[in-house]
């Protein structure tokens, strides 16, 4: 409902564990892997539409084939995109050489992205430019086969400035300043080593240059290099590589901030950052998908072994629970249930908001993903509902009528579709007066189902800027006269920026922030702002592990009730005639909803890596000075 938040990315690794010629008897082409990759990309548009890519590696190719095809989008809808271009490619080699038709050994020989390992990604540009060069994958190239890095992640670095140093001072120059092409030189840099290791070990053994290619893929230690290059990372990931002679993983943070699931059995392996993708592209049971632990890599060799290692020591699990609230897709059988929980533990506070009046009270969301969490929410409206009938009936006892009855039992929760986001109108005028004009239209609303002494609770996801909601939302919601607009979050107060793969990356564009300021002004306070700075600037030059969040201070003096009230008061037009209310969830009642997914780091400043602190006190420094610089 207000700004959407972005979020980088979406990973999808693939591979066939059998011959080609398998699949084309089995499932009528040698292109199963690709179109499977097709489908798992597509399913995870959700996490990202600004970019998308795709690699492949063919097995044992021979000297002088091309054995690594990759292709990258920017377009409007990069993933289909990317596999017209890789359909055209396909075809056109047909249309000129159909003696391939039914030959697979051709087909892998001629035809580019047909091949067994494959890894897929989608974006969003939320860090440095969205060119089609800062698409994953990168690829680092190299005439050794083994030494061949293919990589994309789900990512953010606290510490990209301090891993950019370490390249250096290891004598590298790196291309460029990104967390992306960092992280692939650091791996880069101890794959060069554990290759040339080997290579003068099977020298000294006896074996030729020739004989040395495959026991350097049978003997890299994928587990080993990983350790190294990972030592210094502090960050959110999933970390997914290819390597030019076929070996591939997918390494997870030590906390779980961001997801991975993967399933296997004879023919596949296939590593995701969504479960119900994997269930439904190969049809397998919730039970058959596995989550990858915390600070472990699933490594798969070009010999088609898979293990899964522990690469690094895990933290105390913090998995983020924006996943659950808003990212992944609802159709995970835990994140539908878990967002239905969290409308249902809002319900107490909006009945309290609406005094109970359920009667004269219409219930509505925007967007469609807090459709889940408006349904657990009816389904608690609803119980409500049916216990005061039951009262009312026993009430009355003998005395009361069978009219009286069915006028009490007829009584239902009012569940209309209030707004609708018009997809096809695009704010695409800058200047500030005409594009306000503009948002305010981008949602139809339906007229005639509010009564002027209704009162109208519209659910969301999360209310993070909050200037859709003033500029847009609340406007044309009060078009439709109701006696109050409540505006319920199924998500807490968001205070603190990410800095692990969402796109909040400073403090003043957070709604929650911006109340705090002005109720420390209300209170004469506000000289805490300048003491939370000259801390901050105090711990500058300490290591990440000694610093603290200061920021909280800003937050301390008031109750999440009173910042509430305050954020309703800066989102409410000055022309608006219905009273407003905004309800939060608390992030206890979010922990009591996600059990298992403690990651709450933007709702209450509790940082799972070290980094974090430094990059929100960094965030606090950027706004007092006016610096308008990414915290990370």
Same mark, same amino acid.
């Given at each position: 409902? !207000? ?65 690594? !095809?990759?292709? %990258? !989008? ?75 890095? @293919? ?53 000294k053994e006896g074996y030729s240059k020739n004989e040395a290619s495959p026991l350097i893929a049978e003997r890299l230690n994928v587990a080993k290099i990983l350790r190294k290059a990972a030592k210094n990372w502090d960050g959110g990931y999933a970390m997914a590589g290819l390597i030019g002679h076929g070996d591939s993983f997918v390494l997870r943070d030590p906390a779980g901030i961001r997801p991975t699931y993967y399933y296997m059995d004879d023919e596949v392996v296939v590593i995701a950052s969504e479960r119900p993708v994997i269930q439904t592209v190969f049809n397998v049971k919730f039970e058959d998908v596995k989550e990858l632990e915390p600070g472990h890599a699933i490594i798969t060799k070009k010999s088609g072994k898979v293990v899964i290692k522990k690469i690094l020591e895990p933290l105390e699990r913090k998995s983020c629970s924006f996943e659950r609230i808003y990212f992944s897709r609802g159709s995970d059988a835990e994140i539908y249930q878990e967002r239905k929980m969290l409308g249902k533990l809002l319900m107490p506070k909006v009945l309290e908001a609406i005094d109970n009046d359920t009667k004269n009270t219409v219930f509505s969301y925007i967007p469609n993903t807090a459709e889940t969490s408006f349904?657990?929410? @009816? ?13 009312? @009936? ?6 009361? $009528? ?55 609770? @519209? ?12 500029? $847009? ?15 319920? $979050? ?23 922030? %911006? ?48 910042? $509430? ?6 989102? !409410? ?60």
């Amino acid at each position: 409902m !207000s700004d959407s938040i972005k979020h980088e990315c979406g990973i999808a690794v693939l591979r066939l564990l059998k011959p080609l010629e398998f699949y084309k008897e089995k499932y009528g082409t040698a292109f199963y892997g690709v179109n499977k990759m097709y489908l798992m990309m597509e399913k995870q548009h959700n996490r990202g539409q600004d970019g998308a890519g795709f690699a492949s590696i063919k097995l044992n190719t021979k000297p002088g084939e091309r054995y690594i !095809s990759r292709v %990258r !989008s920017i377009a409007q809808q990069p993933i289909q995109d990317i596999f017209a271009q890789i359909n055209d490619r396909v075809n056109k080699e047909f249309t000129e050489h159909p003696e391939y038709a039914d030959d697979i050994a051709l087909q892998k020989k001629h035809i580019p992205y047909i091949g067994e390992v494959f890894l897929g990604h989608v974006r969003y540009g939320t860090f440095g430019k969205n060119s089609v060069e800062s698409v994953h994958p990168f690829l680092r190239q190299n005439n050794w086969m083994h030494r061949n890095l @293919i990589m994309a992640g789900n990512f953010n670095m606290t510490n990209v400035k301090e891993l950019f140093a370490n390249l250096i001072r290891l004598g590298q120059h790196p291309k460029e300043y990104t967390d992306t092409i960092t992280i692939m030189e650091k791996i880069g840099h101890f794959l060069d080593d554990a290759v040339s290791k080997i290579y003068k070990d099977v020298k000294k053994e006896g074996y030729s240059k020739n004989e040395a290619s495959p026991l350097i893929a049978e003997r890299l230690n994928v587990a080993k290099i990983l350790r190294k290059a990972a030592k210094n990372w502090d960050g959110g990931y999933a970390m997914a590589g290819l390597i030019g002679h076929g070996d591939s993983f997918v390494l997870r943070d030590p906390a779980g901030i961001r997801p991975t699931y993967y399933y296997m059995d004879d023919e596949v392996v296939v590593i995701a950052s969504e479960r119900p993708v994997i269930q439904t592209v190969f049809n397998v049971k919730f039970e058959d998908v596995k989550e990858l632990e915390p600070g472990h890599a699933i490594i798969t060799k070009k010999s088609g072994k898979v293990v899964i290692k522990k690469i690094l020591e895990p933290l105390e699990r913090k998995s983020c629970s924006f996943e659950r609230i808003y990212f992944s897709r609802g159709s995970d059988a835990e994140i539908y249930q878990e967002r239905k929980m969290l409308g249902k533990l809002l319900m107490p506070k909006v009945l309290e908001a609406i005094d109970n009046d359920t009667k004269n009270t219409v219930f509505s969301y925007i967007p469609n993903t807090a459709e889940t969490s408006f349904f657990g929410m @009816i389904e608690t409206a609803e119980a409500s509902l049916n216990k005061k009938k039951t009262a009312a @009936i026993l009430t009355g006892q003998r005395s009361i $009528s069978a009219d009286k009855v069915t006028e009490i039992l007829s009584e239902r929760i009012r569940v209309e579709k209030i707004a609708i986001k018009d997809v096809k109108l695009r704010t695409f005028i800058t200047e500030d007066s005409s594009r306000d004009d503009l948002v305010a239209h981008v949602y139809d609303v339906t007229y005639g189902v509010i009564k002027p002494n209704d009162n109208l609770v @519209i659910i969301d996801d999360s209310i993070v800027r909050g200037t859709t909601l003033k500029k $847009s939302i609340l406007k044309i919601l009060d078009r439709l006269n109701p006696k109050k607009i409540v505006v319920v $979050s199924s998500a807490p107060q968001i205070r603190y920026p990410d800095c692990y793969g969402i796109d909040m990356a400073n403090l003043e564009s957070l709604v929650a922030f %911006r109340a705090a300021l002005e109720l420390l002004k209300e209170a004469g306070k506000y000289d805490i702002v300048k003491e939370v700075y000259d801390k901050c600037i105090d711990q500058t030059e300490l290591e990440d592990v000694y610093v603290q969040n200061f920021v909280k201070e800003i937050y301390d003096p008031f109750t999440d009730e009173q910042i $509430s009230d305050k954020i309703a008061e800066l989102l !409410s037009p000055d022309n608006i005639n219905a009273e407003v209310k905004i309800i939060f969830q608390s992030v206890e009642n979010l922990h009591k909803a996600c059990p298992e997914h403690l990651g709450d780091w933007y709702f209450t400043g509790n940082y799972p890596t070290v980094g974090g602190n430094r990059v929100v006190n960094r965030a606090f420094i950027n706004f007092y000075e006016g610096n308008k610089e990414r915290a990370y």
